[in-house]
């Protein structure tokens, strides 16, 4: 099992950048595939970003491809999300998953996650 605390939200202007962070609980970080989802008021929670366990294999929403970056250290058991380029649009309470995994996986779906983190809201003002 695994514990997840998101940080680094906050309001920052249009194009701007943030780095949010997920550190993980437990000494098996490394077995957990990794996501970020975001969820706007009045909207579903939909897929941002995801991370293999080795960090190998990313894989990204098509509205945050080639601005937004998912990484891992798992020496530290946390997950980053930098953005870049924020837009209006951005605006969300941000949440980090976690998948048990062993096939060096990414999950996309936000059923396919069993851990979840408290969130972090992001707010990109225009």
């Known amino acids: 099992q695994v514990q997840l605390v998101e940080s680094g939200g906050g309001l920052v202007q249009a194009g701007g950048s943030l780095r949010l962070s997920c550190a993980a609980s437990?000494?098996?970080?490394?077995?957990?595939?990794m996501g970020w989802f975001r969820q706007a008021p009045g909207k579903e929670r939909e897929f941002v970003a995801a991370i293999s366990r080795g960090g190998g294999r990313t894989y990204y929403a098509d509205s945050v491809k080639g601005r937004f970056t998912i990484s891992r250290d798992n020496a530290k058991n946390t997950v980053y999300l930098q953005m870049n380029s924020l837009k209006p649009e951005d605006t969300a309470i941000y949440y980090c998953a976690g998948q048990r995994d062993y096939s060096g996986n990414y999950y996309v779906g936000r059923y396919e996650y069993a851990y979840w983190g408290q969130g972090t809201q992001v707010t990109v003002s225009s």
């Open positions: 437990g000494r098996t970080f490394s077995s957990y595939a």
